[in-house]
């Protein structure tokens, strides 16, 4: 499985901030695997935004719902997120992962390399 992440690069205080992250080898996925959203600021640690599956399944940050949706399309290749009402902030960098939950807890096997987001004044 391969993830690729893509988006505007940089948008400004209160706009929507719209990453999209491109899938390919889902013939080795299923309907049932959770697929998440997750951000990193510079210099500390990940934060978990969302999460979907393509049994349309969701589940939101507390912090971020009343912000955040996500999307996948039909044919399993793309999943979306939306974040909205941003304020400025310094670069992050926006992963989308295969999310595992097992007895140990969750973890995440396979990651795209991250789009980096900047919000401006």
């Known amino acids: 499985v391969q993830l690729q992440e893509s988006g505007p690069g940089r948008v400004k205080r209160s706009q929507r901030l719209s990453p999209t992250c491109a899938v390919s080898g889902e013939s080795n996925t299923t309907n049932y695997d959770y697929w998440s959203w997750i951000r990193q600021p510079p210099g500390k640690g990940r934060e978990w935004i969302a999460y979907i599956n393509y049994s349309g399944r969701f589940g939101y940050n507390p912090s971020l719902k009343s912000r955040t949706s996500s999307s996948r399309d039909t044919p399993k290749t793309h999943l979306r997120l939306q974040l909205s009402s941003v304020t400025p902030e310094p670069t992050h960098v926006h992963h989308c992962?295969?999310?595992?939950?097992?007895?140990?807890?969750?973890?995440?096997?396979?990651w795209g390399q991250g789009t980096q987001v900047t919000v401006s004044s």
């Open positions: 992962a295969r999310q595992l939950v097992t007895a140990g807890g969750i973890s995440y096997d396979y």
